[in-house]
């Protein structure tokens, strides 16, 4: 029975989970990644903020590498959508459910991202506009890109304005344009849009097109054509698996975990996105190196590992 059960299970196959499936596979530990496939990293025409990548990588790449080096040490990967997570109190193992398909773990990574919320405009244009940077979601990986440029920030409440205010330390022209009625600014929020020199315009607004170089929104105000528009319409966390469990969340609905990516469950770890804190790939990798680590110590000091020696392995049949 013990041989049906994975060390650990990692669910969500992006930056966070991928480098934990590599560290984890290197530890001689048995894994298994199910991830659904959507990872924000994919949606990245070209990043240029990961180290070692000094003309940029393809987000699919990146992750083709990852999940090749994770899979060159012994990891599996599934492409499926984990629906139930449960926890045996007796035996304290988890029992993840998807499609067709189950597994029981002694340990669970949850690494499932967050997903953007997009703008009003059409799913074909959206994508274009992405691929060729005229739609961007994340000032921090991409602002440089703006330098000088005319951007429009979609968002209207205090997220839209401090979205504004980070992207205006790279143009000059920055206009901050509320989705879906006019808009509502709290009066500091006001006071430091004029300071900074950017404009304002009422909603509803749809982005409706891409003309030469440039997206054209439909705004209230009349059209305006913007080099790039930054949607801050904020983000859904994926936390269903944490909360069918019983894992405590954050105010920010973020799985809370302690400094070595321990959630409140034993057994139950989280690392990237999901959890607080800067969401980048950099972090994400970071974090799922850090949880694969505290789930090797933790298993280990309930286990130890010890390798068989080598004759023993040969006779049984396995040199891996
Ligand atoms: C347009 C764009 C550009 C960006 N550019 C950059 C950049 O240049 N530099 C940078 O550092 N960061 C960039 N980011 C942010 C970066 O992509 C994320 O921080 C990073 O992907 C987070 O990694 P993650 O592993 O936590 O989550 P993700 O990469 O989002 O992976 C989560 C995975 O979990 C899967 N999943 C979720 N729930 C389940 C479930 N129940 N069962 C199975 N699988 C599940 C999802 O399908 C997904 O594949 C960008 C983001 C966007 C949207």
């Known amino acids: 029975m013990d041989e049906q059960i994975l060390d650990c299970l990692i669910v969500g196959g992006g930056p966070a989970g991928l480098t934990a499936a590599i560290y984890l596979a290197r530890f001689h530990l048995d894994i298994l990644v199910v991830d659904g496939g959507k990872s924000r990293a994919s949606w990245i025409p070209c990043t240029r903020n990961v180290s070692g990548f000094p003309d940029g990588i393809e987000g699919k790449e990146l992750l083709r590498r990852m999940r090749d080096q994770a899979c060159k040490y012994g990891a599996k990967i599934e492409t499926e959508f984990v629906t139930k997570l449960e926890r045996d109190e007796?035996?304290?193992?988890?029992?993840?459910?998807?499609?067709?398909?189950?597994?029981?773990?002694?340990?669970?990574?949850?690494?499932?991202?967050?997903?953007?919320?997009r703008p009003p405009m059409e799913e074909e244009l959206h994508d274009q506009a992405l691929a060729r940077g005229l739609v961007r979601y994340c000032p921090i990986c991409d602002g440089y890109e703006v330098t000088d440029k005319k951007v429009g920030v979609i968002g209207s409440d205090s997220h839209g304005v401090a979205e504004a205010l980070f992207i205006r330390s790279y143009t000059a022209d920055v206009t901050l344009i509320a989705p879906d009625t006019a808009l509502k600014l709290k009066a500091d929020d006001q006071a430091k849009l004029k300071d900074a020199g950017i404009g304002c315009v009422d909603g509803p607004a749809q982005a409706v097109?891409?003309?030469?170089?440039?997206?054209?929104?439909?705004?209230?105000?009349?059209?305006?054509?913007?080099?790039?528009i930054y949607p801050a319409l904020g983000s859904d966390t994926h936390v269903q698996l944490a909360e069918?469990?019983?894992?405590?969340?954050?105010?920010?609905?973020?799985i809370n975990i302690d400094t070595h990516q321990r959630t409140s469950l034993a057994g139950l770890y989280a690392a990237g996105d999901v959890v607080i804190g800067l969401d980048q790939i950099s972090h994400a990798m970071g974090e799922g190196?850090?949880?694969?680590?505290?789930?090797?110590?933790?298993?280990?000091?309930?286990?130890p590992r010890w390798r068989e020696p080598i004759d023993e392995m040969v006779e049984a049949g396995s040199g891996s």
């Open 209 to 228: 097109a891409i003309t030469g170089d440039c997206i054209v929104v439909d705004t209230a105000e009349g059209h305006y054509a913007f080099d790039s």
């Open 244 to 254: 069918m469990v019983g894992a405590d969340l954050s105010n920010e609905d973020c």
């Open 289 to 303: 190196g850090v949880a694969a680590t505290t789930i090797r110590n933790d298993l280990c000091a309930k286990r």
């Open 90 to 117: 007796e035996n304290r193992l988890f029992t993840a459910t998807w499609g067709s398909g189950c597994a029981t773990a002694r340990t669970v990574l949850l690494a499932t991202g967050v997903t953007n919320r």
